[in-house]
């Protein structure tokens, strides 16, 4: 039988959605912050490495990487111009340099997914693996680079977000990953396409997808329970609603003295005269230190 899995051909088609791929991933941080593009903005990766060899994988996921990079951190070039001094195309240089360095690791992702299982079951499993394993190793490799990495997109999604408490971010990343890879099996289940020159059944695919909800219930239903316990204590209530009333007020006269705009006010540290109760909500991560006034 002769072998499909690798058509070794990058053609338009999988150009396209490599750089799909790229602006939803970036689509899903702010500024655009569309948090829910996240869940499912791999796919289209996934999608276009599915029949290539690791070689020409290689090279969509770098693409699809360079495109992310540039168009997420793009305010680096101001950020370099205005505070570290640099000139216009150093800046550009580095923000070019900086992406590409990044965009290996995308380019390893896609590479690693193609000696991925055929088995959609532990294939499920291997590749959200491959994806935290290589946001884990950039965050410490030559010195680290942990920024914008994929669970940082759900900043917003309270319940959530909170079994980083005890997992760290790199379990919002994994689930995550994990979404991408049930949506991007079902897709091929219904499409009747293959994986690897491994076609995959509708019973299959449908299986798979039922993993991605049942690791999100758990984990809102552990965010939710988590949220609860902190909320439910009236004392912390009782002085965080007493003190940003105050702030508010406070806020309101300064906005109408044309001091200082409302918004820009926050619940911080200076603002909590009660050090027992301030220990407590510093611990419970409510409250972070207030940034240094200027006047």
Do not use: C
Not at 13 to 26: E, F, H
Not at 187 to 216: D, E, N, Y
Not at 261 to 279: C, N
Request: proline share 5%; aromatic share 12%; hydrophobic share 50%.
């Amino acid at each position: 039988m002769k072998n499909t899995a690798h058509t070794d051909t990058i053609s338009g088609k999988k150009i396209i959605l490599a750089v799909s791929s790229g602006l939803l991933l970036t689509a899903s941080f702010p500024k655009v912050g569309f948090h829910w593009m996240a869940w499912f903005a791999l796919v289209p990766l996934l999608l276009s490495v599915r029949s290539l060899s690791p070689q020409k994988s290689l090279k969509i996921g770098f693409l699809a990487g360079i495109i992310h990079y540039l168009t997420l951190m793009y305010w680096l070039v101001h950020t370099m111009k205005s505070y570290g001094r640099l000139p216009l195309y150093l800046a550009i240089v580095i923000l070019f340099l900086l992406s590409a360095y990044l965009s290996v690791y995308m380019a390893l992702f896609s590479a690693a997914v193609v000696h991925s299982e055929k088995n959609p079951f532990r294939g499920i499993a291997l590749i959200p693996f491959i994806w935290v394993s290589l946001e884990y190793l950039r965050s410490f490799l030559l010195s680290g680079f942990p920024w914008e990495l994929i669970g940082y997109s759900q900043y917003r999604q309270t319940t959530i977000i909170q079994i980083a408490d005890v997992f760290g971010i790199y379990a919002i990343s994994f689930l995550i990953a994990l979404s991408n890879t049930a949506v991007f099996i079902g897709f091929l289940g219904l499409t009747r396409k293959t994986w690897q020159g491994a076609a995959i059944s509708k019973p299959q695919a449908a299986g798979v997808s039922r993993i991605p909800p049942v690791g999100l219930l758990l984990a809102l239903r552990a965010g939710h329970v988590h949220l609860r316990r902190v909320y439910d204590d009236d004392e912390v209530a009782h002085v965080v609603v007493r003190h940003v009333s105050r702030l508010v007020l406070a806020a309101q006269y300064r906005r109408h003295a044309g001091r200082q705009p409302a918004e820009r006010l926050a619940v911080g540290v200076d603002d909590i005269p009660f050090p027992l109760v301030l220990t407590r909500l510093q611990h419970r991560g409510l409250l972070h230190p207030s940034p240094p006034s200027h006047r």
